[in-house]
């Protein structure tokens, strides 16, 4: 043995003991900083890259600053490509703390490292941290882990050298207000002017006799792999003939292999001059037992109902409501068809009434459910129409103007945007954002709106449209 | 000596031209399985700036919430040469209309070549952000690529300003200690190829309307006779004097080329008229219907109602021509067995 064997080269109550001191200090002199871990979402694997990167777990740790005489490093400089902090930062966190509180975060029950962060074991490179004195995320550079080299034959801490992160389009959503907004005002953004305000449907009828009121579906069938057409008997000499449209529900659950049956049967034009009520048949859709009954109404129900504005912006469908018969009488009762434009297209008949004495108004709900509610930082909105998601960078409800990035395709104007956000999870959101796309800018468009005021792409653009003559087509973009 | 104040601003026009060749280039992040993440535009700006500029415009409430957002592009000016190569002939001018008196002309005289080079830097936190920019940028210089740029606004003078790529510097600086961050960066070298030009002043000499070239049987003119004479002067392409000569009497669509109108006295065989905005040359005239020649002078064919007034474009319209307007030629051809010649200072042949 060649060591002293009366000494113990650190014991482990020893080793504790230091660990535990250092600890201590570090909680008494350090600064409470945010330990943020990269999640690698896509990497490129020939040119080793990581291309997309996301922070979205967060940890505060104690963090004990180096140097209080100020950040080391280069300081602001003034580049080709602006002004770039070089500032360095260099923190001791505690090993044990590490290990003990921000580790076990990062696997799962198994022990394995969660999905997509390579390793939990130790504080690595490329991982953020939050330095709330001076509002600055900070990238880890470097970790040494042999600094006040092996004490009691075992090292306690960690110093990481951080750099001011270089943003590109990192998703930071931790929850925590003062680390999620530092880039919120950071690098590219696409600018979406939104608006609320749809137009409200309207729509007459007229009160006819001998009309088909309403069809009872009495079995549902079996087995209709597409919506079988619904057959309804002539009526008589001089009447006009009921048509209507089956709804199809899918009671199996498990899709069309197995068909589907029949939900409802809505009167598209409920006839006039029937006496008895007609047959009703269904053609079709190669389903079998369907069987349907058909009520008829001989005083005074509403006809075919003609719209005579189809509204805009309709997302959801809305209620459609007659005014009531009077007493005696039956309240007839309708359904509205949104179309893809967002129009209302068909007011469908599920009871036709009886016993009106005048044409019966009919009152659209507005469209309703858009242009309200707010968007919230990080949040996912989805355009309805081009199925395009981005993420929320801010919002300002007074003008409706919405900047997101990490945008997945092309928004298109007039969709309907949806937001994802819940007061569920954001008291105070009023509701989900709904709203539709009436602009669509991005830096080169009409306004010049740069969070970093360094691009002058808009600028150049502006300058470059009065001298330049370009009758071809630019190929790098629109002049 | 050399006076007579003026600025046309070209080397600012080349920096703008050159900028907006890479203001709309667009990179897109993928995840593994292919679909789109993200799209940036990628900012780009002209590098140099006064410090305390970009400090207060940057840096306004002195946060450092980041380093730097990337990727971004930056382009600078670096030189100027003169290039040799492209020398014109200085005594020759460029005339146009003046843009603020109509009666007057402006002149200025050849520019002069030069070449600017220009820098094109691209930053980028990785490799794959460069090369999609890289990339959108290269396949178009073959090895040039030329805008066109309206360089002296006075006189509508639009050059084409090719811009070579001379070559792509670039650096990745991943090797060494941890404590520098991995720099990358391309660097592309450009040579615009433009144009300097001189004062423009207004021109004193007086335009040219009317050329006369005689054509001699042999190249001894003093022996030999005149046998032919040319003359061209500008034939109007617009009526000038409205002067209504008639009107037509019937509707014509886009294909009719016989039609009658109401007063055919004063049309004949090969005069041009104009019907709306249309031109037409007279096939022949039989008593009130015309045969016409439709759309002529590039004028566009369609249809035009009864009563439209007919305007006949002859020699009064002609003296009317104004400066910048568009005109066709009138040709005349005489023949001659002489052997005189005509004299400018008399007007006249002697």
């Not at chain 1, 000494?7 to 200090?25: K, T």
């Not at chain 1, 009495?218 to 709804?247: E, F, H, L, M, R």
């Not at chain 2, 080079?117 to 990785?126: A, D, G, T």
């Not at chain 2, 670039?170 to 433009?194: C, I, P």
């Amino acid at each position: 043995m060649a060591l002293n064997p009366f000494f113990l080269q650190g014991s482990r109550s020893e080793q504790d003991l230091v660990q535990q001191l250092i600890n201590e200090q570090l909680k008494m002199y350090g600064v409470e900083v945010v330990y943020l871990p990269r999640r690698f979402v896509s990497e490129k694997t020939i040119i080793r890259e990581n291309v997309l990167s996301k922070f979205d777990e967060s940890f505060p740790i104690e963090a004990y600053v180096l140097s209080y005489q100020g950040f080391g490093g280069g300081g602001d400089i003034l580049t080709k490509f602006g002004i770039q902090s070089k500032d360095e930062l260099r923190l001791i966190i505690s090993r044990e703390r590490y290990e003990d509180y921000i580790s076990p975060f990062l696997v799962d029950a198994a022990g394995n490292v969660k999905e997509n962060f390579k390793l939990a074991i130790r504080p690595k490179e490329g991982d953020l941290i939050y330095f709330p004195l001076s509002d600055t995320i900070f990238e880890v550079k470097f970790v040494e882990h042999e600094t006040e080299f092996y004490q009691l034959n075992k090292l306690y801490i960690y110093e990481l050298v951080c750099e001011p992160f270089e943003y590109e389009d990192e998703i930071i959503d931790t929850d925590i207000d003062e680390v999620d907004d530092n880039f919120q005002e950071s690098g590219y953004a696409v600018k979406l002017t939104l608006v609320g305000i749809g137009q409200t449907a309207t729509a007459v009828t007229s009160l006819r006799s001998g009309t088909v009121s309403y069809i009872t579906v009495v079995n549902d069938g079996y087995g209709y792999k597409s919506t079988p057409t619904v057959a309804i008997q002539a009526a008589p000499s001089g009447g006009i003939n009921a048509t209507a449209v089956a709804i199809m529900t899918n009671r199996s659950s498990s899709g069309f292999s197995t068909g589907y049956s029949i939900d409802q049967i809505l009167i598209t034009n409920p006839g006039a001059g029937y006496s008895t009520p007609p047959l009703v048949k269904f053609i079709g859709g190669s389903g079998s037992g369907a069987i349907a009954t058909a009520g008829i109404s001989t005083s005074n129900s509403i006809g075919i109902v003609t719209i005579t504005n189809p509204g805009s912006k309709y997302s959801i469908i809305p209620t459609v409501s007659f005014t009531a018969a009077p007493s005696g009488g039956v309240t007839a009762i309708g359904t509205a068809v949104v179309s893809a434009a967002g129009t209302i297209a068909q007011i469908r008949i599920t009871n036709g009434g009886s016993g009106y004495v005048s044409v019966p108004t009919i009152t659209i709900g507005n469209p309703s459910g858009v242009g309200t509610g707010n968007f919230v930082l990080n949040e996912t909105v989805t355009g309805s129409a081009s199925s395009t998601t981005a993420i929320v960078k801010t919002w300002d409800a007074d003008t409706l103007v919405l900047k997101v990035n990490n945008v997945t395709g092309t928004f298109r104007i007039g969709e309907i945007l949806v937001g994802s956000a819940t007061t569920f999870t954001h008291v105070g959101l009023g509701s989900t954002g709904r709203y539709v796309i009436s602009n669509i800018e991005r830096y080169t468009d009409t306004d010049v709106d740069t969070f970093d005021n360094f691009d002058q792409n808009e600028e150049i653009q502006e300058a470059a449209d009065l001298i330049l003559d370009f009758s071809e087509k630019n190929p790098f973009g629109d002049y | 000596m050399i006076s007579n104040y003026f600025y046309h601003e070209i080397i600012r026009k080349n920096v703008i031209g050159f900028g907006t060749l890479f203001n709309n280039i667009y990179i897109k992040h993928k995840d593994s399985a292919g679909n789109q993440k993200s799209d940036l535009l990628v900012p780009i700006a002209y590098g140099p700036i006064q410090k305390f500029l970009a400090r207060i415009e940057q840096q306004p409430d002195l946060a450092k919430k980041q380093s730097i957002s990337l990727p971004r592009l930056s382009f600078e000016m670096k030189g100027i040469s003169y290039d040799g190569s492209r020398k014109g002939s200085p005594i020759q001018t460029f005339k146009a209309v003046n843009p603020s008196d109509n009666t007057k002309i402006n002149k200025v005289f050849m520019p002069v070549p030069y070449n600017l080079s220009f820098e094109l830097n691209i930053i980028s936190k990785i490799q794959d952000d460069a090369l999609q920019i890289l990339e959108q940028i290269l396949p178009f210089f073959q090895p040039s690529f030329a805008i066109t740029i309206d360089l002296v606004e006075s006189i509508g003078e639009k050059k084409d300003t090719p811009i070579f790529l001379n070559s792509i510097s670039m650096s990745d600086n991943y090797e060494g200690d941890y404590g520098e961050r991995r720099y990358l960066m391309y660097t592309l070298s450009f040579t615009a190829k433009t144009n300097f030009f001189g004062p423009v002043v207004d021109n004193t000499s007086a335009l040219i309307k009317k050329v006369k070239v005689d054509y001699f049987s042999s190249t001894d003119i003093k022996n030999a006779k005149r046998e032919v004479r040319y003359t061209i002067t500008p034939r109007a392409l617009n009526d000038y004097n409205n002067d209504n000569t008639t009107s037509l009497a019937e509707d014509i669509d886009n294909k009719v080329t016989k039609f009658d109108v109401n007063d055919a006295t004063a049309l004949s065989k090969d005069v041009y008229i104009k019907i709306g905005d249309e031109n037409m040359q007279i096939k022949s005239v039989d008593g009130n219907t015309l045969t016409v020649y439709r759309g002529i002078d590039n004028s566009v064919v369609s249809s035009h109602d009864i009563g439209t007034s007919i305007d006949v474009l002859n020699v009064l319209d002609d003296a009317l021509i104004e400066l910048d307007d568009d005109f066709g030629f009138n040709s005349d051809v005489e023949f001659f067995g002489d052997f005189k010649t005509y004299s400018p200072t008399l007007g006249q042949d002697v």
